[in-house]
């Protein structure tokens, strides 16, 4: 997309807002704006997934404890 967009600029208070036109909307909620010398960038915030951040993760090292010992097998248990 090249077109470009001469918008409004307001001040609300301590808050300067734009008005974007409806081809620019966002989709979602929330948004992220970064400075990179003299231009703001506004990209869409999408929040990662569980298995995202999973992926993230370092494996870990340590063996888990077995909970189970000691415990009656589920077969012999009596209600």
């Known amino acids: 997309m ?5 918008i409004k ?4 208070g ?3 807002t734009l008005q974007l036109p409806p081809e620019l909307f ?3 909620e929330e948004a992220i704006v970064r400075k990179e010398g ?3 960038i506004l990209e869409p915030y999408s929040r990662p997934s569980l298995l995202e951040t999973l992926a993230t993760l370092d494996d ?3 063996d888990f404890p077995d909970f189970d010992k000691g415990l ?3 077969d ?3 209600f």
């Open 2 to 6: 090249n077109t470009e967009y001469r």
């Open 9 to 12: 600029l307001t001040h609300q």
């Open 14 to 16: 301590n808050y300067q």
């Open 26 to 28: 966002l989709l979602g």
């Open 38 to 40: 003299e231009k703001l």
């Open 60 to 62: 870990l090292e340590e």
């Open 72 to 74: 009656l097998p589920l």
């Open 76 to 78: 012999e248990i009596e």
